[in-house]
């Protein structure tokens, strides 16, 4: 009986200290405390504030200019911005990589030969030689035209009707797609052509490929970009045709025989030297653990790279400035990079992950912007569905300048990509790309193009977000 009741006892005693313990237990600590979010409002404030970013953005494209791999401009503002990140007191290393150095030369071509021209006449024709592509003979080439809207019509004419001639991919870039905000997926589709038109073209015997520009410039300018090569097919010369030209092209060729002589003298010139600007704002608890801030710090070499993406190097550097004046210490590190060689190559992104291969999990988030300048709706990201709510308390600070919505994505930055291939939760401002692709690697691409109001808000996405992410609670799910 006592024994009975003993055991009855201690059944009770065990209840009431489960009850206990439960109704102990805490709801788990909050990701962002109370003072991170206060703090994270003084930051937006401060940002929105702030004209340092669009200063930045000014001297590395009016005084500086295009920064494209390889170049004496490439090297000057790497040397810029580590100078500027010095003297914010940061920790800056220079990471040396070896970078592609391709060198565009000449471009020029013109129609020869037309249904109803004027005897003895041209036309000329406005083009940008892609990045990488080899040269034509010295002396050029001229060469019947036959005009494609896509792959599958390529494949259809065959061998017979493509051998010996320069192949005019038209494919539109979509605007009623960028008209809507889609500039993005709108250059999605119609950047296969630049990437795999030479390739595709020269299985068929072809001598050269030019595409319509994959943007939507309406000022016939062409927009240059990268274009790959298949080491089992031969190399054929490859530009991008402005989409005026490449209508007229079209409206020619539906008539008769069109004829064109194109000459491009481009180089590709051994690796040169090139760095990643790497700028370390040491965290006061947790200094092993960074967030990254970033963009790309090289540009094509046509335009001055402001939106691509000078102002997102700027945006990125500004994040350290504001904390550094309103006296404000992350406990995690923040990690400023201005990658090298986005645009031909990717080596600045690549080979950082690589050099970090021991220490991902070191990396506790990772934030790039560019695709632009322009009003942020808020935050894309990358990584387990659940950051998205994870990060919610610091998207309520971004409502307030209208940047609060999120999406998942698989990837938010070329730069980053490999990390977020590693898991590294990644983070990129969401913007509305109506007109971005309007001047993405032509000629326009110029500091003009920079509204120095929506570069507040897109700087006070950057460092609000990453202070919040740097000061968190615990990890973001990963
Ligand atoms: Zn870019």
């Given at each position: 009986?006592?024994?009975?009741?003993?055991?009855?006892?201690?059944?009770?005693?065990?209840?009431?200290?489960?009850?206990?313990?439960?109704?102990?237990?805490?709801?788990?600590?909050?990701?962002?405390?109370?003072?991170?979010?206060?703090?994270?409002?003084?930051?937006?404030?401060?940002?929105?504030?702030?004209?340092?970013?669009?200063?930045?953005?000014?001297?590395?494209?009016?005084?500086?200019?295009?920064?494209?791999?390889?170049?004496?401009?490439?090297?000057?503002?790497?040397?810029?911005?580590?100078?500027?990140?010095?003297?914010?007191?940061?920790?800056?290393?220079?990471?040396?990589?070896?970078?592609p150095?391709w060198?565009?030369?000449?471009?020029?071509?013109?129609?020869?030969?037309?249904?109803?021209?004027?005897?003895?006449?041209?036309?000329?024709?406005?083009?940008?030689?892609l990045?990488g592509s080899i040269?034509?003979?010295?002396?050029?080439?001229?060469?019947?035209?036959?005009?494609?809207?896509?792959?599958?019509?390529?494949?259809?004419?065959?061998?017979?009707?493509?051998?010996?001639?320069?192949?005019?991919?038209?494919?539109?870039?979509?605007?009623?797609?960028?008209?809507?905000?889609?500039?993005?997926?709108?250059?999605?589709?119609?950047?296969?052509?630049?990437g795999g038109g030479a390739i595709a073209a020269a299985r068929y015997g072809a001598?050269?490929s030019?595409?319509?520009?994959?943007?939507?410039?309406?000022?016939?300018?062409?927009?240059?970009?990268g274009m790959r090569y298949d080491p089992a097919v031969a190399k054929i010369p490859g530009?991008?045709?402005?989409?005026?030209?490449?209508?007229?092209?079209?409206?020619?060729?539906?008539?008769?025989?069109?004829?064109?002589?194109?000459?491009?003298?481009?180089?590709t010139?051994?690796?040169?030297?090139?760095?990643?600007?790497?700028?370390?704002?040491?965290?006061?608890?947790?200094?092993?653990?960074?967030?990254?801030?970033?963009?790309?710090?090289?540009?094509?070499?046509?335009?001055?790279?402001?939106?691509?993406?000078?102002?997102?190097?700027?945006?990125?550097?500004?994040?350290?400035?504001?904390?550094?004046?309103?006296?404000?210490?992350?406990?995690?590190?923040?990690?400023?990079?201005?990658?090298?060689?986005?645009?031909?190559g990717?080596?600045?992104?690549?080979?950082?992950?690589?050099?970090?291969?021991?220490?991902?999990?070191?990396?506790?988030?990772?934030?790039?912007?560019?695709?632009?300048?322009?009003?942020?709706?808020?935050?894309?990201?990358?990584?387990?569905?659940?950051?998205?709510?994870?990060?919610?308390?610091?998207?309520?600070?971004?409502?307030?300048?209208?940047?609060?919505?999120?999406?998942?994505?698989?990837?938010?930055?070329?730069?980053?990509?490999?990390?977020?291939?590693?898991?590294?939760?990644?983070?990129?401002?969401?913007?509305?790309?109506?007109?971005?692709?309007?001047?993405?690697?032509?000629?326009?691409?110029?500091?003009?193009?920079?509204?120095?109001?929506?570069?507040?808000?897109?700087?006070?996405?950057?460092?609000?977000?990453?202070?919040?992410?740097?000061?968190?609670?615990?990890?973001?799910?990963?």
């Amino acid at each position: 009986m006592i024994s009975t009741m003993r055991t009855l006892l201690n059944t009770v005693a065990a209840i009431s200290m489960i009850v206990a313990t439960l109704s102990a237990q805490q709801p788990p600590a909050p990701l962002f405390s109370q003072k991170t979010i206060d703090e994270a409002r003084q930051i937006h404030a401060a940002a929105l504030r702030s004209d340092k970013a669009y200063e930045w953005t000014a001297f590395l494209t009016n005084n500086i200019g295009p920064r494209f791999s390889g170049t004496p401009q490439a090297a000057r503002a790497e040397q810029y911005v580590a100078e500027e990140m010095r003297k914010l007191g940061l920790d800056v290393e220079l990471q040396k990589l070896k970078v592609p150095h391709w060198v565009r030369g000449e471009e020029k071509a013109e129609l020869t030969s037309w249904p109803g021209m004027a005897a003895g006449t041209v036309q000329k024709l406005v083009l940008k030689t892609l990045g990488g592509s080899i040269a034509t003979p010295p002396e050029g080439l001229e060469a019947e035209v036959v005009v494609v809207e896509n792959f599958a019509e390529l494949e259809k004419l065959g061998r017979e009707r493509i051998a010996g001639k320069v192949v005019v991919f038209n494919y539109r870039y979509d605007r009623r797609l960028s008209d809507a905000g889609f500039g993005l997926e709108a250059y999605g589709q119609a950047v296969q052509y630049r990437g795999g038109g030479a390739i595709a073209a020269a299985r068929y015997g072809a001598v050269a490929s030019l595409v319509r520009s994959a943007g939507g410039s309406q000022n016939r300018l062409a927009h240059t970009g990268g274009m790959r090569y298949d080491p089992a097919v031969a190399k054929i010369p490859g530009a991008a045709l402005s989409h005026e030209d490449a209508d007229m092209i079209a409206h020619l060729a539906k008539q008769g025989t069109v004829r064109l002589r194109l000459k491009l003298t481009p180089q590709t010139l051994p690796d040169a030297d090139g760095h990643n600007v790497i700028a370390d704002l040491r965290g006061s608890e947790l200094p092993d653990e960074v967030v990254i801030v970033s963009g790309h710090l090289d540009s094509w070499d046509v335009g001055t790279g402001a939106l691509d993406d000078a102002g997102g190097v700027a945006v990125s550097m500004q994040v350290a400035y504001i904390l550094k004046q309103l006296g404000l210490r992350p406990k995690r590190t923040i990690r400023f990079i201005a990658y090298a060689n986005e645009e031909n190559g990717l080596v600045g992104g690549r080979e950082y992950a690589a050099r970090e291969s021991t220490r991902i999990e070191k990396h506790f988030a990772a934030m790039e912007s560019d695709l632009g300048v322009s009003h942020p709706v808020g935050v894309l990201y990358a990584g387990r569905p659940e950051v998205g709510a994870a990060i919610d308390p610091i998207l309520q600070i971004l409502r307030a300048q209208g940047s609060g919505l999120t999406r998942r994505e698989g990837g938010v930055g070329a730069d980053i990509g490999p990390l977020t291939q590693r898991g590294v939760p990644s983070f990129a401002p969401w913007f509305n790309t109506r007109k971005y692709f309007d001047y993405h690697h032509t000629e326009a691409d110029t500091f003009d193009k920079i509204d120095p109001d929506e570069m507040k808000k897109l700087g006070a996405l950057m460092a609000v977000l990453a202070y919040a992410l740097a000061n968190a609670n615990g990890p973001l799910p990963r």
